[in-house]
């Protein structure tokens, strides 16, 4: 297994005050100290992102977000730019350190005004102290006028903390969430800004850690971990110089009902590129030849049904079940007999580390209940979508999307095995680790990229990566190929684009 406690953390809410209030009662810094960091280090985050301002709004709620904003806004005007910070809510009910900043603030002279409609003027960068980790429920009337407005008012728009109306915990909008360019988090990254709705309302997110002491990280680890795909890449050995194929694992590909040839082989050329030592597809007759003429690698085989499949499973290492499987009468038979195969001799298959990766058509298969597939079991990768995670739990997409922390962890508790919940910020949990690879982009949003994530995670899986880290590694390996593959442009990504840049990352 590989080790995931040296991955950065990402922290709920809850956690984050946790950390606070050690980091000032067991060591000694003062809240006021904390917010002064805080507002220092998004002051040089604006600058280097836009040098020379014209002009510095803030607007700023009644909590200690707000607070951070008024120093920041005093740390501003010191330096001689205009700044103006829009009050957002009664300023009767500012409290604590974000009373002291506030007073701080007034007294160097800092223009303060009640935020009111149409306030902003169309200059310089607007700064967002509205809510951060305080926020509780949907926003309320006044704070959803002027997250609207900060919008709208088209200006370089930098959030503290994490952009006012997204919920740290899920990634979730709570009615409307402020669309910023880039976001300065502090002390530690929130789990919420890296999944959901939180990429696309956080712009660059930049951690300034405000100097909280070590003890205060060590005694509240994280829940969740965010992958670095070049730390679990250094964590994987080398083949032995003497490898043969034999030892690089053995791979069967199942799937290709009429119309999604495509499917099949690109999961089988997957494999291949990411090491699998054997690769095999078993599909529809007639699509044999082509996947032969373009593969000649895959060893190609027209199945019938499950008694020409079931010969085929005995001897390999990992099952990829779904790729344009369908859910013909043809597609449940292959997927009963693969289930059964892995599930009839489990002894054999955990010495053999055989496992199975299902996804798409074997997802709303199993969902339906094809072929009384019993579960929880251990010996799977589920890698469904957001549209197959809701089929799995009887749900809708935007439920899981709502809380896609919850989800992959429902999934997991149900399903066994290891589950990865597709889409930005993809979540991997096999019911102890809960992790997130936020590698990927919008140009992943088209036909064929699943189907190569499971030619991935099974070539991982033959190549002896147990299935939280052929999940893990997989899941980087294909986003990180994404990102590169898409260079300065998204659209017109192909699937197939990711292969030759997936073989460079695993080097
Ligand atoms: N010592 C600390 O705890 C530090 C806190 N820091 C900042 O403090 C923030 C957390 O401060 P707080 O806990 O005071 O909380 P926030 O300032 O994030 O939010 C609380 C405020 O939001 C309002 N609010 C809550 N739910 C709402 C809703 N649904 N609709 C409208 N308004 C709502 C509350 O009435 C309250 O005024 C962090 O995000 C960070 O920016 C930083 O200064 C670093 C140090
Ligand atoms: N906007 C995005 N950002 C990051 N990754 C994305 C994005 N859109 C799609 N992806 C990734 O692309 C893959 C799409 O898989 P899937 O929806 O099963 O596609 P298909 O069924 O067409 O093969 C998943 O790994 C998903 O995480
Ligand atoms: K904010």
Not at 295 to 309: I, S
Not at 356 to 381: C, E, I, K, S, T
Request: proline letters at 4%.
């Amino acid at each position: 297994m590989f080790d995931y406690s040296t991955q950065q953390g990402l922290y709920s809410a809850a956690q984050t005050r946790a950390l606070d209030r050690h980091a000032i009662e067991k060591g000694g810094i003062a809240g006021g100290i904390l917010m002064a960091r805080a507002a220092a280090a998004a002051w040089e985050l604006l600058l280097q992102r836009w040098p020379e301002p014209r002009r510095i709004q803030v607007v700023c709620g009644t909590g200690n977000n707000g607070g951070d904003g008024y120093l920041l806004a005093d740390i501003a005007h010191k330096r001689g730019f205009p700044v103006t910070v829009w009050q957002v809510g009664d300023a009767g009910r500012i409290a604590g350190d974000a009373l002291r900043a506030r007073e701080q603030a007034l007294a160097n002279g800092v223009v303060v005004a009640p935020f009111a409609r149409d306030c902003l003027a169309a200059e310089g960068v607007l700064v967002d102290a509205l809510l951060g980790t305080g926020l509780g429920g949907e926003v309320r009337p006044a704070q959803y006028e002027a997250i609207v407005a900060m919008n709208a008012a088209g200006l370089p728009l930098l959030a503290l903390d994490i952009p006012s109306g997204l919920c740290a915990d899920s990634g979730r909008v709570l009615g409307a969430a402020v669309k910023a360019d880039a976001t300065a988090t502090f002390i530690v990254a929130k789990r919420g800004l890296y999944t959901g709705a939180g990429p696309a309302c956080c712009g660059d997110i930049h951690l300034a850690t405000i100097g909280v002491p070590r003890a205060s990280l060590a005694a509240n680890p994280a829940a969740v971990q965010r992958l670095d795909l070049y730390s679990l890449l250094a964590q994987w050995p080398a083949r032995k110089p003497d490898a043969h194929k034999g030892d690089c694992g053995r791979v069967v590909v199942v799937g290709g009902d009429d119309g999604m040839g495509g499917a099949i082989l690109l999961a089988a050329e997957a494999a291949l590129r990411c090491g699998a030592g054997l690769v095999s597809a078993a599909t529809r007759e007639r699509h044999v030849s082509a996947l032969l003429a373009r593969c000649p690698e895959a060893m190609a085989r027209g199945v019938r049904g499950g008694q020409d499949l079931a010969p085929m499973l005995a001897a390999v290492d990992a099952i990829a079940l779904g790729p344009g499987l369908g859910q013909s009468s043809w597609s449940e038979q292959l997927f009963q007999a693969a289930c059964d195969q892995a599930a009839c001799d489990q002894a054999a298959c955990e010495a053999q580390d055989k496992t199975l990766v299902v996804d798409a058509d074997g997802l709303n298969l199993l969902a339906g209940g094809a072929g009384g597939v019993r579960f929880p079991r251990q010996d799977w990768v589920l890698t469904p979508h957001p549209g197959e995670a809701a089929r799995l739990l009887g749900t809708d997409t935007a439920a899981i999307q709502a809380d896609r922390f919850a989800a992959v962890q429902a999934l997991q508790a149900r399903y066994g095995g290891v589950v990865v919940l597709k889409g930005k910020g993809s979540l991997i949990c096999d019911g102890r680790h809960l992790l997130l690879s936020d590698y990927g982009n919008p140009g992943m949003a088209s036909g064929g990229m699943g189907d190569v994530l499971s030619g991935v995670i099974a070539a991982l899986l033959a190549q002896g990566l147990a299935p939280l880290d052929a999940a893990a590694l997989g899941v980087c390996l294909h986003g990180a190929a994404a990102d590169s593959a898409a260079g300065a442009g998204q659209r017109g990504l192909l699937a197939s684009d990711l292969l030759a840049p997936m073989r460079e990352l695993l080097g």
